[in-house]
C-alpha cells in the first residue's frame, strides 16, 4: 500500500513538471495531476481505512496475528463443547478473529493446558464448577484464583432434572423429603465421586436435613440406565433425556434444579407441574447456580483482559449464538469482569461450604 501511493505521488510530481514543456500540453498534464492527486487521496484514505480497522481488532484484545485456542475441558458433543462452538462462531463472525476449538477427553488436562499457556490471550477456555470442584476436594493441582485469569462469567448451564425410578414411593420433591427422613442413609444417589451432581446431592442434604447413600455414577447414561432398572433412586439428567426417559415409563422426574431464581417457565413453560424447581416447589433455598467461564492463564494483563471481557459481549449479543445456547438448554448471559469475579467467587463459596458438609473439601 506505501509503495503504490509513493508511485502515485511521484507520477503526479512528474505530470505537473511537464507543464514547463509548452502551454499546448496545459490542459492534458493539469488534469493529469488532477487525477494523481485524487488518486494519492485515495490510496493514503485507504492505508488510513486499513490501520483503522487493525486497531479496532486490536480493541477487542484477542490477538490478531495468530490463531484463537478455544480448550474443551471434555469430550466433543457435551455441554461446555456445543456452547464453545457457538461461541466460536460467533467470534469468527462478529470480531473476525480466527480461531479453532480442541476437546480433551479429561477435564483435569484441558484446565491444566489452558494454566501452563503463554498469557497472550490466544489460548482460552470454557470451564464449568467442576474445574472449582476438582481443586476444592483435591482431585486437580489446578487453583481457579491462581493459576487462571477469569475473563467473563457466560451463560448459564441451566436445568437439571432431579428422577427417581418409575415405581418410587414418591412423586414430588417434598414426599421424597419424607420418604428419606423416614428412611435415612437408604436412598442410594446416583452421583460421580467429585462432580457438580455431588455438589447438588450435597446442597440437598444440607439443606433439607436428609442423607443419602452415594453410588458412584459419573455419567448421564449411566445414571439414566440405573434410574430405568431401579439400581439407584435418585439421579440427576439433562431435561431433553428425562422427558424422554419419562415418556418411555422408564422412570419420573420430581422436579428441577437452577440457579437462584430460575423457573421452569423460563425453559418451556408447557412443561408440567413435576418439572418445577424445587425452589418453585416450597424450598426457598434450594438452588444451584451453574455458570459458564471463560478463562485464560494467569498473568494476563488487566487491561487486555477488559477488553477481552467487551469483546465477549458482542459474542453474547449474536443471534446465532443466543439460539444455539438455548437450544442446548442453556441461559445465555454476559457480565462485565467486576460482576464475573462475584460470581464465580459465589458460586465457589458455595461449593467449599457443601464440600466442608460432605467431608472432601482439601483445598479451600
Given at each position: 500500500m506505501k509503495r503504490r501511493a509513493l508511485a502515485i505521488i511521484l507520477a503526479a510530481a512528474m505530470a505537473m513538471g511537464a507543464t514547463a514543456c509548452g502551454s499546448s500540453k496545459t490542459?492534458?498534464?493539469?488534469?493529469?495531476?488532477?487525477?494523481?492527486?485524487?488518486?494519492?487521496?485515495?490510496?493514503?484514505t485507504e492505508a488510513a481505512s486499513e490501520t483503522t480497522a487493525a486497531e479496532a481488532a486490536d480493541d477487542y484484545g484477542f490477538p490478531t496475528d495468530e490463531t484463537i485456542t478455544w480448550v474443551v475441558p471434555g469430550k466433543a458433543g457435551g455441554g461446555s463443547d456445543l456452547a464453545i462452538r457457538y461461541m466460536s462462531e460467533a467470534m469468527t463472525k462478529d470480531l473476525g478473529l480466527t480461531n479453532t476449538v480442541t476437546n480433551y477427553d479429561s477435564n483435569t488436562v484441558g484446565h491444566q493446558t489452558v494454566a501452563n499457556a503463554k498469557p497472550d490471550g490466544a489460548t482460552?477456555?470454557?470451564?464449568?464448577?467442576?474445574?472449582n470442584i476438582q481443586w476444592i476436594t483435591g482431585n486437580a493441582d489446578v487453583n481457579p484464583k491462581e493459576d487462571l485469569t477469569l475473563i467473563a462469567a457466560m451463560d448459564d448451564n441451566g436445568f437439571s432434572a432431579l428422577c427417581a425410578p418409575a415405581d418410587a414411593p414418591y412423586n414430588t420433591f417434598a414426599e421424597m423429603v419424607e420418604y428419606a427422613k423416614a428412611n435415612p442413609g437408604k436412598l442410594n444417589a446416583g452421583m460421580p465421586n467429585s462432580g457438580n451432581n455431588t455438589m447438588q446431592f450435597g446442597r440437598i442434604q444440607k439443606t433439607a436435613d436428609v442423607q443419602f447413600n452415594a453410588v458412584e455414577a459419573s455419567s448421564e447414561s449411566d445414571r439414566l440406565t440405573a434410574l430405568a432398572g431401579g439400581f439407584i433412586d435418585l439421579g440427576f439428567a439433562g431435561i431433553g433425556n428425562a422427558k424422554e426417559y419419562e415418556a418411555a415409563g422408564k422412570l419420573k422426574v420430581i422436579a428441577t434444579i437452577a440457579g437462584d431464581g430460575l423457573k421452569i417457565a423460563d425453559y418451556d413453560a408447557s412443561l408440567p407441574d413435576n418439572y418445577k424447581t424445587i425452589q418453585e416447589q416450597g424450598y426457598d433455598d434450594l438452588y444451584w447456580n451453574v455458570k459458564h467461564y471463560v478463562?485464560?492463564?494467569?498473568g494476563m494483563d488487566q487491561a487486555q483482559v477488559e477488553k477481552m471481557n467487551a469483546a465477549l459481549e458482542k459474542i453474547y449479543n449474536d443471534k446465532d449464538c443466543h439460539d444455539g445456547l438455548v437450544s442446548v438448554g442453556h441461559i445465555p448471559e454476559w457480565h462485565n469482569l467486576e460482576e464475573s469475579i462475584k460470581i464465580r467467587d459465589a458460586e465457589y463459596q458455595a461449593e467449599i461450604e457443601v464440600s466442608d458438609y460432605l467431608?472432601?473439601?482439601v483445598n479451600d
Open positions: 490542459a492534458e498534464t493539469t488534469k493529469a495531476a488532477e487525477k494523481a492527486t485524487e488518486a494519492a487521496a485515495e490510496a493514503k482460552i477456555m470454557l470451564a464449568t464448577a467442576a474445574l478463562y485464560g492463564p494467569a467431608g472432601i473439601k
